[in-house]
Each structure stands twice: as structure tokens, then as C-alpha cells.
């Protein structure tokens, strides 16, 4: 499996992180390509729980994310798998002075792969996961600001 990570640190703290970052109703303002989510099960976030999907036009298609693992105040791990992709995706929450970092990770393997598949993969698919990852982490964080604003406001 090939992975990409983003690691940045945010103000705010591993709570209030955790509490946006599983907030499905709210993944549609930070979530790369996501259009709108279709179903979230009970449970959500723990483990055994997923959630369903879709992109807009140009992007992934439905996704679904199973959980399978869960520690509060830490993190979540997920198998995510598309129409080119499966894998798991990992999200993890330090607090760092001050704030809190977030990390990012995806592992995967295309579904349908070719003799080209690995060059393709390492000069196109993977930097678009790195900057995907990276735009949704990016727009967590102002989410996560906004989220703080409003609490303290």
C-alpha cells in the first residue's frame, strides 16, 4: 500500500478538535470533494460504525468509511473505499503547547490497476492524495476556528 500523510497543528484543543472533526453534519465545509453525506450510522464514531458519501461531479464518486478503531481523545481509523481506491485512512489528535496537532494518513491501493499503474501512482495519484489530505486539514482548521469563535462568542 502507498500513504500520504499531512500532520498541521491548530489552536484549540484535542476535545474541541475531536468534537468538529466527527461532526458529519459539518464535513461538507471541510472534506475535499465531499458533496453531501447520504447515511451516518448509529454509533458514529466508534468502531464498527460508517459512513456514506458522495463527491460532486469531478471527484471520488460514493465513498464509505467503516471504522475500525477508536480511542477517545486520540483518534480514529477507518476503511475507506471508492470506485479506485481502498484502503484506511487514520486521523490522530495531539495537544502540543499550545493547541493541538492533527495527522492525516491515508494507506491505499488502487482498485484497478494496470502495468502502469505504479508510475502513474507515483507521478500523479499520490501528490493528489498528499494535496487532497492537505486541503481537507487546511479547511478543518479554519472550521475548527469557527467552531471556537461561535463557543466563545
Excluded: K, N
Excluded at 448509529?42 to 464498527?48: F, L, M, V, Y
Amino acid at each position: 500500500m502507498r500513504a500520504v500523510r499531512v500532520t498541521q497543528h491548530f489552536e484549540g484543543t484535542v476535545p474541541e478538535a475531536e468534537q468538529c472533526w466527527y461532526d458529519t453534519t459539518r464535513w461538507s465545509r471541510w472534506v475535499d470533494g465531499l458533496d453531501r453525506v447520504l447515511a451516518v450510522d448509529d454509533g458514529w464514531p466508534q468502531a464498527g460504525a460508517g459512513v456514506t458519501w458522495e463527491s460532486g461531479p469531478a471527484g471520488r464518486g460514493r465513498v464509505t468509511e467503516r471504522v475500525i478503531a477508536y480511542e477517545p481523545l486520540t483518534g480514529q481509523t477507518l476503511e475507506v473505499q471508492d470506485g479506485s481506491i481502498r484502503g484506511r485512512q487514520s486521523v490522530l489528535f495531539v495537544p502540543v503547547q499550545p493547541g493541538v496537532e492533527i495527522t492525516l494518513m491515508l494507506e491505499y491501493q488502487l482498485v484497478r490497476r494496470s502495468i502502469v499503474s505504479p508510475l502513474v501512482d507515483a507521478l500523479f495519484i499520490r501528490r493528489a492524495m498528499a494535496v487532497s489530505l492537505g486541503v481537507t486539514v487546511t479547511h478543518f482548521g479554519v472550521e475548527l476556528d469557527a467552531a471556537r469563535l461561535r463557543r466563545a462568542g
